[in-house]
């Protein structure tokens, strides 16, 4: 690859001119090929970007969101936009099925990490900083949409926490949103699907140049067999807890809900409902002691818990650092950020550039070209840099990974993901998460 030398402002202009070709008006698009709808973390990381060059689109994006949410408080993990040919759809998902789905909204039946609190103060901030209407239109929105948001992370800690372990379950990798990451290998391969399911034409095959970068159909035919039970069940929170074959504790996930539930408690001291920011951060508390209920003594890491087979996911993913995110024992927080500072990570000798890598080079199950099975996402590196400065921990680990992503970007594709040794852009190009990181740590408050 070469070496590109981009000013700031080129990477930024060059951002914010993609997330305005990805942009539909209300809704941008995940990428504008491979992905031609809403997805929901998708969606929160876009309307960072955006509040960076307009509070009034980035409130647009998050509106979008909160039109699809389920009436028991869930955000679908995707919003389908205009009527393009899209696998698996709406007919797949069929979420009219559902009592709690949304009649004039077409979703899918899942839900993805819980990360739009963040966006909704980075929007509340940007409009601050702007002043006058923007910042009348961000208070506006945030004041009047808290318990919206409110009614999201009460349902996750209702519906997904039953047991009250401050672990959030998923049903399904997608809703993870690291869909083939080696963390869910153990637990696919007890997944049998009983229908064979058709994989009709995978967009994701269309636009890589090897389909070895992407999960395999027969991953896909679980994939769709766990749609398939889900659907059977009407999405019925209890009956899909008791029903489908994959049911795992997220750790990485249950993280990201204990930030979360903190920022939204912000929001709520601010607009007085104090009543409700005391209950955030006594969720925010319970999912931080989940996640440190989980750490390995032996590695360090963090660990996914299989309910159905009762046992831990020892595999060394970038989700064994949620402890480092959600901010937990300080000692933990230290192992885990020389853990991730050194060579078995970000310091890896083989890595063209020192950010995190999905998946452990010395795993034996890192492949480096295989999506969310070793490469680098940009976005993952903005969300341990923004929790790292947020902490003021370890400054001189995020610092390192935001200079670094900077000089990966600098390669202008916005890609989905990055090869590690090479720092080739893989996936989709146009990726609207990675312009809107770009636009963030370019023009963003701490650029
Ligand atoms: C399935 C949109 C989404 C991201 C996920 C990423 C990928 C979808 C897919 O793309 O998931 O939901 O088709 O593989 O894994 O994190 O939100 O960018």
Known sequence: MAVINVSRELLAARAAYILRGDDLGELTTAAPQLYPHLWSWDAAFVSIGLATVSVPRAIAELRTLLRAQWRNGMLPHIVFGPDVDYFPGPDVWDSACAAAAPRDVRTSGICQPPVHAIAVRHVLAAGRRNGGADRELAERFAEGTFDRWLAWHRWLAEARDPSRRGLLEIYHSWESGMDNSPRWDSTYANV???????????????????????????????????????????????????????????????????????????????????????????????????????????????????????????????????????????SVVRRQAALLSGPQWCDHPALRYAVPPSTSPTSPAFRPRTYWRGPQWPVMNWLFCWALERQGVAPALAARIREDSLRQLADLEFGEYYEPLTGEALGSAHQSWTAAVALDWTLGPAA
């Open 192 to 330: 049998a699907p009983k229908v064979d399911l058709e994989v009709r034409s995978r967009r994701d095959l269309q636009h890589v140049a090897d389909a070895s970068q992407r999960p395999t159909d027969a991953e896909y035919r679980r994939y769709l067999w766990l749609v398939h039970q889900m659907r059977e069940a009407r999405y019925d929170d209890d009956a899909v807890r008791e029903t489908v074959d994959f049911r795992i504790t997220d750790v990485f996930m249950s993280a990201i809900l204990a930030l979360a539930a903190d920022e939204l408690a912000e929001v709520g001291d601010e607009f007085g409902r104090t009543d409700e920011a005391a209950e955030l951060r006594t969720l925010a508390a319970r999912f931080r002691a989940g996640v440190l209920s989980t750490v390995s003594d032996e590695t360090g890491l963090a660990r996914d818990e299989d309910i159905r087979a009762d046992t831990w996911v020892e595999t060394e993913t970038i989700a064994g650092f949620a402890p480092l995110l959600c901010g937990a024992d300080p």
